[in-house]
């Protein structure tokens, strides 16, 4: 069975390096790459981080409903597109989504299954070190963000987990080692039904 997890947090918490550091790890996973309204920054590339479009497309995308989830997150849209759940029901595989906070109450109403992942910088002074760290947003940028965040984190008790990401290493392998439980508690479920049915043939 697959399984959908959802990895959320206030922006320059370190998401996306964990994020990364999970695909690599894990090969049955499958990153559902987002759309977005939003230009490409850096090294970005079309496909890879993001399906780069224009408003218009984006709206005509929500007109036909191809979206499971959107959000307007800082002045731009970003959804989720149907077809990497369907990918993943179809290859036997888990999906990753990388979505904010709005996204993901929108895909827990949706799909109540999924597991959900809360990622928290250990402080307000670590998470303004690392959106300056990043160096793409200006000194008021990252006071927003940081006002954004605040308010963020009262989601907190509506997800599966929370994963503090203080030190990375101890973090990405605390994220991945609840991908593995995940799955672990799914195919017990398969164990259930599999004694259930050998039980039965005891009581023939
Ligand atoms: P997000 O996707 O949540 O916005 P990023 O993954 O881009 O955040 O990380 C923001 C910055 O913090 C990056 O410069 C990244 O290298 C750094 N970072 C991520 N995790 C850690 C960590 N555990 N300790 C220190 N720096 C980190
Ligand atoms: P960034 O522009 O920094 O890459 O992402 C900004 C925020 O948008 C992050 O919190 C990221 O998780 C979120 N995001 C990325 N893709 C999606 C999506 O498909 N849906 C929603 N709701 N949020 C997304």
Redesign the pocket.
Known sequence: MSQVFIIS?P???????LVRRLMESDPNLIFSVSYTTRPPRGQETNGTEYNFVSRSDFEAMIERDEFVEYAKVFDDYYGTHNRYIHQGLAEGKDVVLDIDVKGARQLRERIPEAVSVFVLAPSREELEK?LR??GDVSEQVIRKRVAVAAREIEDFSQYTHVLV????ER?SDLLHSIVKAARARSSNRDVVASVQKILGTFQQ
């Open positions: 947090a922006s320059g918490s370190g998401k996306s390096t690392r760290a990043r990401n203080d030190d990375v973090a």
